[in-house]
């Protein structure tokens, strides 16, 4: 199963930008897809996610009135689209997902797979 997340990049404070994160080597299955990012000097944080099978979602209280997670399930894609983009939204951003299908867990090591991460840089 490899993931690949794409589509950061450098914008200002207050735009808009959308996250593509591709999985393959998968057959269909209601797993989970999560996003997670990591700032400078900083610990991994739990975005949000989403069930490719059910599409529940889940988020991260900070960003749950700003980010939308979404899915293709033809084309195997996770989009995150994240609105009103502040300063402390930079990081780089990773999409992950799990072995099995277990929800959507916003800890690290429930995560198996794991894309090499986009980053993403807010100036204010």
């Known amino acids: 199963v490899q993931l690949q997340a794409s589509g950061g990049g450098l914008v200002q404070a207050g735009a808009s930008l959308r996250l593509s994160c591709t999985v393959s080597?998968?057959?269909?299955?209601?797993?989970?897809v999560g996003w997670f990012r990591q700032a400078p000097e900083k610990e991994r944080e739990f975005v949000g996610g989403?069930?490719?099978?059910?599409?529940?979602?889940r988020y991260r209280e900070s960003v749950k009135d700003r980010f939308t997670i979404s899915r293709d399930n033809g084309k195997q894609t996770v989009y995150l689209e994240m609105n009103n983009l502040k300063a402390e939204d930079t990081a780089i951003y990773y999409c992950?997902?799990?072995?099995?299908?277990?929800?959507?867990?916003?800890?690290?090591?429930?995560?198996?797979?794991w894309g090499q991460g986009t980053q993403v840089t807010v100036s204010s």
């Open positions: 992950a997902s799990t072995r099995g299908s277990i929800g959507i867990p916003d800890i690290m090591r429930f995560y198996t797979y």
């Open positions: 080597g998968r057959t269909f299955s209601d797993h989970p």
């Open positions: 989403i069930m490719m099978g059910g599409g529940n979602t």
